[in-house]
């Protein structure tokens, strides 16, 4: 099996694992939402999902916000609204500190870490002299065919190369990258445990003990290679973290290895199956598709429209720190949240026609990146990769359209919701 293939494999594994019994859950939201804001039970686990928020035991009492204003008011508050789940569900493979469940002053030195990297400037440097070219290449490579299934010969492999660019790594070891990327996807699987299945689960914590710990050591290997060649100028990030003095305190090769472990299997995963939902919005809308490739200008809006539309990551879990009402409804202490931003971004009492698709502006932002003091912060790379790709699939792939000959499913699961495959076709 290809290190590819087997990549393809792994990401099949956690859409299928969280795709739940429903493939549009949307008539469900609407439902509950028309019964009020916060829904006291646990959507994941009435959808056939593992929850995370529920404990490994299953048993932890759960209420989920579905409603546009208690979502967004839940993602600013810290204090009432603990990010401790992730700690609970992702130490064990992930080690630590991990930033996604960090607090206070050590959370706030850990984002201004990625600060220097993630920044405007930094960005649109990296996005033209590296980004740019690499994305841009990828499709002409892909282009010279006549059709694709653009998931397994791109969407997924892309923004991994645009991470390795933007940390810094080496990347001109197709086999390295691809390790890099298996093993990433094989750990966050350790954090997303269906306890019902015990014997799985005890085999999927292993394996990405496992993968956690060679990536920690491909990492390690890179990082240290680096320092000792006095390789630390540019806006990489293992660049940046190499070059911090704080007084003449600076960032161990062991620290900078655990800085990146966990920010890699987010950033690749995570865009494929964004950009996978941007590409299934506009090959199912023809029209669209042919405005867009006319007038690029309207790229940015596709993209904020089509996160709307489809949050391709439908829940953010969290904790109750404290006892809360919210919505009219008591929320005791310790209590798991579903924090449902697929539901809240169609909330017909915030968004005018919530279940069509529309370039018209939102009277107010989507909220699939998140909300608050654990907002993505690597939104704004998201965005410009996304904007790179699809503008150089619309300029080297004339005529881009679904392949009739092959099956499509469409953009489908629970927690998780991307196209499983993306058949296309083009004019060469």
């Known amino acids: 099996m290809s290190k590819t293939t087997a990549m393809s494999n792994a990401f099949v594994e956690i859409s299928k694992a969280y795709a739940g019994n429903l493939d549009n859950p949307y008539p469900m939201y609407e439902r509950l939402l028309a019964q009020g804001p916060v829904y006291d039970g646990d959507i994941l686990q009435d959808c056939g999902v593992p929850s995370i928020v529920a404990g490994m035991d299953q048993s932890r009492r759960v209420f989920s916000l579905l409603g546009y204003d208690v979502v ?10 603990s990010s401790d789940i992730y700690k609970e569900a992702f130490e064990m493979v992930m080690g630590g500190p991990v930033i996604l469940f960090l607090k206070g002053d050590e959370h706030r030195f850990y984002r201004q870490l990625l600060m220097n990297t993630l920044s405007p400037g930094a960005l649109r ?19 010279q065919g006549e059709r694709s299934e653009l998931m397994a010969d791109f969407i997924l492999d892309f923004p991994l190369r645009v991470v390795f660019e933007l940390f810094g790594l080496p990347s001109d070891d197709e086999e ?20 019902s299945n015990p014997e799985e689960a005890h085999q999927r914590i292993g394996a990405a003990m496992v993968a956690s710990q060679e990536l920690f050591d491909q990492l390690l290997a890179a990082v240290a290679s680096r320092r000792a060649k006095g390789d630390i100028d540019g806006h990489d990030l293992i660049g940046q973290l ?27 995963e995570t865009t494929s199956r964004a950009f996978a939902v941007v590409m299934a919005v506009l090959l199912e809308r023809p029209a669209l598709l042919a405005q867009v490739r006319e007038d690029r200008s309207l790229i940015p809006s596709v993209i904020n429209e089509a996160m709307r539309f489809e949050s391709s990551v439908s829940v953010i879990p969290r904790i109750a720190a404290n006892d809360i009402e919210v919505g009219g409804v008591s929320i005791p202490a310790g209590s798991g949240i579903n924090i449902v931003v697929s ?15 529309s ?3 939102r009277k107010k932002q989507g909220l699939a990146f998140g909300y608050g003091p654990h907002m993505c912060m690597g ?50």
Do not use: C
């Open 72 to 81: 967004s008011k839940a993602l600013l508050d810290s204090e009432n609204y």
């Open 125 to 143: 440097s990296l996005s033209e002299n590296q980004f740019k070219p690499l994305i841009r290449e990828m499709v002409n490579t892909l282009a």
């Open 176 to 195: 390295e990258i691809q390790a890099f990327s298996n093993r990433a996807l094989i750990m966050m699987m350790g954090g997303l445990l269906d306890p």
């Open 242 to 268: 190499l070059r911090y003095d704080n007084d003449g305190e600076k960032l161990s090769d062991e620290f900078i290895a655990q800085f990146l472990r966990p920010t890699l299997a987010a950033a690749g």
């Open 343 to 357: 539901a809240a971004n169609r909330d017909p009492s915030t968004h005018n026609n919530p279940h069509e698709f």
């Open 359 to 361: 370039l018209e502006k």
């Open 379 to 428: 939104m704004m790379l998201a965005r410009m990769e996304m904007e790179i790709a699809l503008n150089a699939m619309l300029d080297l792939m004339p005529g881009l359209r679904l392949d009739p000959s092959q099956p499509y499913d469409g953009v489908q699961g629970i927690h998780f919701r991307s196209p499983g495959t993306l058949p296309v076709t083009w004019d060469r």
